[in-house]
């Protein structure tokens, strides 16, 4: 359509985002906006933000003042995302230039909030927080990713973890109908793709709708649609984590061998505190049934050191359990206090150097785990979906289906395109990738 409307778009923060942000653009582009790929070029420019941690928020604000003075050229600026559901109508206050306000359980209602902005209203709000049941599906999915479908299955979070600002951005927790899930995996196929990933705030907390499947039985069924060769999902609670997904991920070849099951802390007391409702050795039973799984499904985690009140043996329990689970990667942050979250009153006692170097610790001891579990592949011939080339290195870049990355070499004169699968055979090794040739 040539309307001569145009729209630029910044994404922060996690795949959910990412994804949310495709079914924006796809949206905005059915209502006759074009993309551009430079803030100048644009009429409308949207923030699509993250407010996990405290870094994550400052930096929408610090992109918002480095171009407002193009506010004074008639562009028109939105925030959506996890900072526009937090800090709802103060962002009016805070950057006066801001039209259009809307936290992700709005979304739906975008085509009217676009209506209104083109009408000439000046400060327009979706916010409907935890009070919609509804998800946002639409068929106007712009996809960006050129290897890696994206298809949410549940949105929200009801889990209220102590440290936690989710279910205060993305709302009650509401399930997809996996007839649904299954028809949109269809349609992704019939577009080229081979991966798919499922997203969710707590995938595996996922219950159907219509009560025909329940989430192993969905990654089963997805795991069968033909042309479908690799299923990822992300990411896992514990507390929901049943017995049934190791097993599909046993009877199903193309489920990828690779879990990410968060545990924050490795000590019982801290997890208390984190209202994560499990104990360590609770969470540690889940890991022995995944250890225990015919193949060798990779192990990956999040863990949040300075928690109020955690006390060098709780840090040390958390380093212990890296010991005992060896990790195949881990995701460490500080903690960072958050507006509305229960931990906000318990006092934040650890200062920002000894949770820098707690985190340095918990790192440092990783690397170790992980210089050991990656050159166990040392030799090994794997099947690899490339994602990429990297020029500098004359190297190809993927990912095995435990999601590691491999750079390989390739004889060949043309460079394998991304999403296609290659088997590589492991030359070298590193603590956080693989190393090889095409074979
Ligand atoms: N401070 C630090 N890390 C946090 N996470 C979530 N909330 C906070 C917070 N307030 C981490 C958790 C979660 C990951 C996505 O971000 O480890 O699993
Ligand atoms: Fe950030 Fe969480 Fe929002 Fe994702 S859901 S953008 S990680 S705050």
Redesign the pocket.
């Known amino acids: 359509m040539a309307t001569g409307k145009t729209f630029y778009i910044e994404t922060f923060g996690?795949q959910m985002n990412a994804h949310d942000s495709e079914k924006v653009i796809g949206t905005l582009e059915q209502q006759g906006y074009a993309q551009v790929q430079v803030e100048e070029d644009a009429d409308l420019l949207l923030y699509n933000t993250c407010s996990?941690?405290d870094k994550a928020e400052q930096k929408v604000f610090n992109r918002l003042n480095d171009y407002k003075k193009l506010h004074k050229l008639g562009k028109r600026f939105a925030v959506i995302g996890c900072v526009a559901q937090q800090e709802g109508e103060k962002i009016f206050e805070r950057a006066p230039y801001v039209s259009l306000v809307a936290g992700s359980a709005s979304y739906r209602k975008l085509p009217e909030m676009l209506a209104r902005l083109e009408a000439g209203e000046t400060r327009i709000t979706g916010l409907d927080d935890r009070q919609t049941d509804l998800t946002f599906e639409t068929e106007f999915t712009s996809r960006q990713n050129p290897y890696r479908g994206y298809i949410t299955i549940i949105e929200g979070c009801d889990k209220f973890c102590a440290?936690?600002?989710v279910p205060y951005t993305r709302g009650k927790e509401r399930s997809r109908g996996s007839d649904s899930v299954l028809e949109e995996a269809r349609r992704i196929v019939d577009l080229g793709y081979t991966e798919i990933q499922l997203l969710g705030q707590n995938v595996n907390s996922f219950r159907d709708p219509q009560g025909k499947r329940s989430f192993a039985e969905l990654l089963a069924a997805l795991g069968e649609i033909p042309g479908i060769r690799r299923v990822r999902f992300t990411t896992s609670h514990p507390r929901d984590f049943t017995r049934d997904i190791v097993e599909v991920i046993d009877a199903v070849p193309t489920l990828c061998d690779h879990v990410h099951l968060?545990v924050?802390s490795g000590s019982s007391r801290i997890l208390r505190m984190m209202a994560r409702e499990y104990t360590r050795e609770w969470y540690l039973e889940r890991i022995s049934w995944i250890k225990a799984a015919k193949r060798n499904i990779a192990l990956t985690t999040?863990?949040?050191v300075g928690f109020p009140g955690e006390t060098p043996n709780d840090f040390e329990q958390t380093v212990d359990l890296l010991n005992e689970v060896q990790y195949d990667a881990v995701?460490g942050?500080?903690?960072?206090p958050?507006p509305n979250t229960p931990a906000l009153v318990m006092i934040d006692s650890i200062s920002d150097v000894e949770k820098s170097t707690r985190l340095q610790v918990l790192l440092d001891r990783q690397r170790e785990i992980q210089r050991v579990n990656y050159d166990k592949h040392l030799g090994e011939i794997m099947e690899v979906m490339v994602e990429g080339t990297n020029p500098g290195r004359g190297q190809i870049t993927g990912r095995s289906s435990q999601n590691k990355p491999v750079n390989f070499t390739w004889g060949g004169p043309i460079a394998p395109a991304p999403g296609s699968y290659h088997r590589v055979r492991v030359t070298k090794t590193f603590p956080n990738s693989l190393v090889g040739e095409a074979v």
Do not use: E, M, T
Request: aromatic share 24%; hydrophobic share 35%; glycine share 0%.
């Open positions: 996690c996990i941690r440290y936690c600002v968060p924050q999040d863990i949040i995701f942050f500080k903690y960072s958050r």
